[in-house]
T-cell receptor
């Protein structure tokens, strides 16, 4: 089955700096890669996603990149703000196998003001 | 607005007791999932369902069961609670069209 590894587990940056979170997946049949943000005491919420036919996607200060050959995908947050502090999860899903989504272990991001 | 709700939000129980966590969604989504969240493990899939009367085991299904008698609800039952099942449980649903999972607020379960 699919396995998703995520690094680092904790990331601390200064406000205004960039943050990068990296993930790898094992199943080459995975073709949908969402990123979720979880704030304290809440359920995860989708912030951005990328499909396997796209190499990069950007939404304001957030961007995701995908390298299918290496089975790597990354989340980039630029100009970080204190409200970006949260736990971020990467995930992978095989669309043709139903909608089962496998998550990474999460990255706790601290943005220091 | 459509939503997904979990209950109870907090529960303390004793080893060996049966516990049921409720999940109710009003989006009319066919696909529903239960995850548990533990430090260092992220979100691990327990059980999932793609429609009424359909249930499937996930990565960590031992000691858990689900039933799907209607579209809106997917209750998660711990037949005989164990301390290793102390965790935060999240229910999620998706239509499948976009891929986005919609999560509930979570249920924190403590097994003493």
């Amino acid at each position: 089955g699919e396995n998703v590894e995520q690094h680092p587990s904790t990331l601390s940056v200064q406000e205004g700096d960039s943050a990068v979170i990296k993930c790898t997946y094992s199943d080459s049949a995975s073709n949908y890669f969402p990123w979720y943000k979880q704030e304290l005491g809440k359920g995860p919420q989708l912030i951005i996603d990328i499909r396997s036919n796209v190499g990069e996607k950007k939404d304001q200060r957030i961007a995701v990149t995908l390298n299918k050959t290496a089975k790597h995908f990354s989340l980039h947050i630029t100009e970080t703000q204190p409200e970006d502090s949260a736990v971020y999860f990467c995930a992978a899903r095989i669309n043709t196998g139903g909608f089962k989504t496998i998550f990474g272990a999460g990255t706790r991001l601290f943005v220091k003001a | 607005d459509a939503e997904i709700t979990q209950s109870p939000r907090h529960k303390i129980t004793e080893t060996g007791r049966q516990v049921t966590l409720a999940c109710h969604q009003t989006w009319n989504h066919n696909n529903m999932f239960w995850y548990r969240q533990d430090l260092g493990h992220g979100l691990r899939l327990i059980h999932y369902s793609y429609g009424v009367q359909d249930t499937n085991k996930g990565e960590v299904s031992d000691g858990y069961s689900v039933s799907r008698s209607n579209t809106e609800d997917l209750p998660l039952t711990l037949e005989s609670a164990a301390s290793s099942q102390t965790s935060v449980y999240f229910c999620a649903s998706t239509s499948g069209n976009t891929g986005e999972l919609f999560f509930g607020e979570g249920s924190r379960l403590t097994v003493l």
